[in-house]
């Protein structure tokens, strides 16, 4: 298994949609996960942490399933700004604390 | 500005030639990393440094990557010998050093990357 693998997408789909992209990694011991934006040609930006079985913000909900190792994320009511690719982050197996693996990123574009 | 800054943000050089990228991070931030981005992939860990000490170094990366953080302030990425194999999107980014018990929660707040073509 790939250390962080996810949905390359892209995932097109119309405003209001509801969105679910997944995640898998390879690293059993970790504890923290992320996920990240990044608009075209800008920098990632943290969107969501998770640590224990999920986090809610809004739209937006992030869970773990740590028996199949899997992350998931999933987006509500799906606006024309979400329109960004979704990086899934974990902190590198054997590696030290803050050590942080970004997957390839899925490709969301909500369409009006 | 109180964020992350990188230069030169872009950066078009000959094969073969050296290049030096700089990084001044969030001055309270005691971790710096940069990472390399290619179009349709994510970052890709090159190193990180915990104030002035270089702690961990991909094992992908070449011996003609070095990195510097020489005060635990701004940080210096140099690629000697450039080949076309290393035009990508350099990131630096930083955080403090946010660890509660085994859980790392830090963000890490990325600039704007500097951008090498190596023709």
């Known amino acids: 298994r790939k250390e962080v693998e996810q949905d390359p997408g892209p995932f097109n789909v119309p405003e209001g949609a509801t969105v679910a992209f997944n995640c898998t990694y390879s690293?059993?011991?970790?504890?923290?996960f992320f996920w990240y934006r990044q608009d075209c040609r800008k920098e990632p930006k943290l969107l969501m942490s998770?640590?224990?079985s999920g986090n809610e913000d809004g739209r937006f909900t992030a869970q773990l399933n740590r028996a199949s190792q899997y992350i998931s994320l999933l987006i509500r009511d799906s606006k024309l700004s979400d329109s960004a690719t979704y990086l899934c982050?974990?902190?590198?197996?054997?590696?030290?604390?803050?050590?942080?693996?970004f997957g390839k990123g899925t490709k969301l574009s909500v369409k009006p | 500005d109180t964020g992350v800054s990188q230069n030169p943000r872009h950066k078009i050089t000959k094969r073969g030639q050296n290049v030096t990228f700089r990084c001044d991070p969030i001055?309270?931030?005691?971790?710096l990393y940069w990472y390399r981005q290619t179009l349709g992939q994510g970052p890709e860990f090159l190193t990180y440094?915990?104030?002035?000490?270089?702690?961990?170094k991909s094992r992908l990366l070449s011996d003609r990557f070095s990195a510097e953080r020489p005060k635990g302030s701004f940080s210096t990425l140099e690629i000697q010998r450039t080949e076309q194999g290393d035009s990508a999107m350099y990131l630096c980014?930083?955080?403090?050093?946010?660890?509660?018990?085994?859980?790392?929660?830090?963000?890490?707040?990325f600039g704007e990357g500097s951008r090498l073509t190596v023709l």
């Open positions: 980014a930083s955080s403090l050093g946010a660890v509660q018990g085994a859980l790392w929660t830090g963000e890490l707040f």
């Open positions: 690293n059993s011991a970790s504890q923290s």
């Open positions: 998770v640590y224990s």
């Open positions: 982050v974990v902190p590198r197996e054997g590696g030290s604390q803050g050590n942080l693996i």
């Open positions: 001055s309270e931030h005691n971790r």
């Open positions: 440094f915990q104030n002035e000490a270089q702690l961990e």
